[in-house]
Each structure stands twice: as C-alpha cells, then as structure tokens.
C-alpha cells in the first residue's frame, strides 16, 4: 500500500506551487489512463524559503503537506551559504555570534521562529495537514526536540544520523532533558556496531534502566527490535513475529523514518 506523495520544491509564493501542481497532475492523470490503473497520491512542497513561510495559509490551501527544507531555509535566513559558511562560521562560534553552528543545530529564536509561523498558518487552513522536516537538522537531538514542540508529525535525516534521531525522538516523546551527545554516539557506531554496554550507558543517560522502560516504549516495536539487532542481543521469537528482518528494517529506515507517530 504505497503512500506516495510529490513534493515540489523552493515555491515561494502559491501560484507556483499551482503551476507546477497542475503539470504534475497531468503527467499523473495521462499515465493513469495509459496503464488503465490508478493510485491515491497528494501534492505538496518544501518550505524553505522566508516568504514560503510567511505565506504558508495560502500555499497550504492548495499543498498537501508541507516538507521543511531546513538546509536551505537557514541559508536563505541567515544569507549565509552552506558551501563557504566553513570558511568563518568557526570564527563566529569563537567570538560567541551563535552560540552553535546554525546548520547543524537548527536557529530557534530566528529560523525555527519561521517554521513555527508556518506550522500555525498552514494548520489554520488545513488542519491535518502533515508536517515534516528534511535536513541534517533532522538527526539533531535539540532541534529533533524543537520539531516535535512545534508540531511536526515527523523528521528524515542522513542515514548516519538515523539512530541519534531515533533517540532523540523518543527523548522528545517522554519529555526527558538530558541528551546523550552524538559525538558521543557517533564513536560507538564508528565501528559499525553498538556493543551491549554502549546501549546500557545511553539508556541511563536518559533514565532508563531496561527495555521496558516508557522511553523505549516510546519508539515502535520495529525500533527496539531494530535497536536488539544493533547491539547482537538475542531478540525472543515473540519480537519477531510480524516484523521485519534486519536488512529490510534498516534499508527501509535509512530512506525515511516517520518518528512522533
């Protein structure tokens, strides 16, 4: 049962987005009729530029849901770009300008203030629209924490920063406050494995004792099946009914993980 859904991107205002919606839906229409088959699919677009966000009742009158582009949403905010920001950005952080490097932690007081407009404005008009965010902010634990206050339904990431997001999204789920840092968690995967005792110390950084505590509880069966794989634990055949096995999970997962649902 694909759920497919198009998006199209860097639209700043809603008639682009309605020209572009229109060919897509074209294009659909007439391969439908050549294959005689059809199958339910929704529009919709990335908001990463400023004006997107400040227009998002508008565009989300006609989009279906809304990605945020976080990547080029800062660069656009800030006017920085994300190919030269290596050559000062480290003097910025030096002289306390930002206090993080604002392409991997996600502005909150400058460029989250935009998603959260859009997020209000977009809802106003379409109240279940569906809300993402796509970026490297997206295997964030502070701004994987500020998507889920604002609202989103889900955050994408780099494949490496998967299990940090998984973390990090359960974290957001349980309202804990410690995050486990992810260079931290980055050398435990450097090897591409987690040992037992790496699991055990991130869990009692965030409170947690054993896998049936509420912060695991938080992520889905597939994850702490997925999270057993990792670490080479023996996972009981009642965990494996119904689910997944390994390589499919993780492919799966590297491509698009759905974490607040």
């Given at each position: 049962?694909p759920?497919?859904?198009i998006?199209?991107?860097?639209?700043?205002?809603?008639r682009e987005?309605?020209?572009q919606?229109?060919v897509?839906?074209?294009?659909a229409?007439q391969?439908?009729?050549e294959?005689?088959?059809?199958?339910?699919?929704?529009?919709?677009?990335?908001?990463e530029?400023?004006?997107?966000?400040?227009?998002?009742?508008s565009i989300?009158?006609?989009?279906?849901?809304?990605?945020?582009?976080?990547?080029?949403?800062t660069?656009?905010?800030?006017g920085?770009?994300?190919?030269?920001?290596?050559?000062?950005?480290?003097?910025?952080l030096?002289n306390?300008?930002?206090?993080?490097?604002?392409f991997?932690?996600i502005?909150?007081?400058?460029?989250?203030?935009?998603?959260?407009?859009?997020?209000?404005?977009?809802?106003?008009v379409?109240k279940?629209?569906?809300l993402?965010v796509?970026?490297e902010h997206?295997?964030?634990?502070?701004?994987?924490?500020?998507?889920?206050?604002a609202?989103?339904d889900y955050?994408?990431?780099?494949?490496?920063?998967?299990?940090i997001?998984?973390?990090?999204?359960?974290?957001?789920l349980?309202g804990a406050t410690?995050?486990?840092?992810?260079a931290?968690f980055r050398?435990?995967?450097a090897?591409?494995?987690?040992?037992?005792?790496d699991?055990?110390?991130a869990?009692a950084?965030?409170?947690?004792?054993?896998?049936?505590?509420?912060?695991?509880?938080a992520?889905?069966?597939?994850?702490?099946?997925?999270a057993?794989?990792?670490?080479g634990?023996e996972?009981?055949?009642?965990?494996?009914q119904?689910?997944?096995?390994?390589?499919?999970?993780?492919?799966?997962?590297?491509v698009?993980?759905?974490?607040?649902r």
């Amino acid at each position: 049962d694909p759920r497919v859904e198009i998006m199209v991107p860097l639209v700043g205002s809603v008639r682009e987005f309605n020209a572009q919606a229109t060919v897509i839906r074209a294009v659909a229409a007439q391969v439908f009729a050549e294959r005689g088959e059809s199958l339910h699919y929704m529009v919709g677009t990335m908001i990463e530029t400023p004006r997107a966000a400040l227009v998002a009742d508008s565009i989300g009158k006609q989009a279906e849901f809304f990605s945020f582009g976080t990547n080029d949403l800062t660069q656009m905010t800030l006017g920085f770009s994300r190919d030269d920001a290596g050559k000062f950005l480290p003097h910025y952080l030096k002289n306390g300008i930002y206090e993080k490097d604002p392409f991997q932690s996600i502005d909150q007081k400058g460029v989250g203030m935009l998603v959260q407009m859009a997020v209000q404005k977009g809802r106003s008009v379409r109240k279940d629209l569906e809300l993402g965010v796509c970026g490297e902010h997206g295997g964030d634990p502070a701004s994987v924490a500020f998507f889920h206050r604002a609202g989103l339904d889900y955050v994408s990431c780099s494949p490496f920063r998967v299990p940090i997001a998984r973390l990090a999204a359960a974290q957001a789920l349980t309202g804990a406050t410690t995050y486990w840092p992810e260079a931290k968690f980055r050398d435990c995967l450097a090897s591409g494995r987690i040992s037992v005792e790496d699991l055990s110390a991130a869990l009692a950084d965030f409170g947690v004792a054993d896998l049936d505590a509420p912060l695991v509880r938080a992520l889905t069966r597939r994850d702490i099946l997925l999270a057993s794989l990792m670490v080479g634990q023996e996972v009981p055949e009642a965990g494996r009914q119904g689910w997944l096995h390994r390589e499919t999970a993780l492919s799966e997962d590297l491509v698009f993980g759905h974490f607040f649902r």
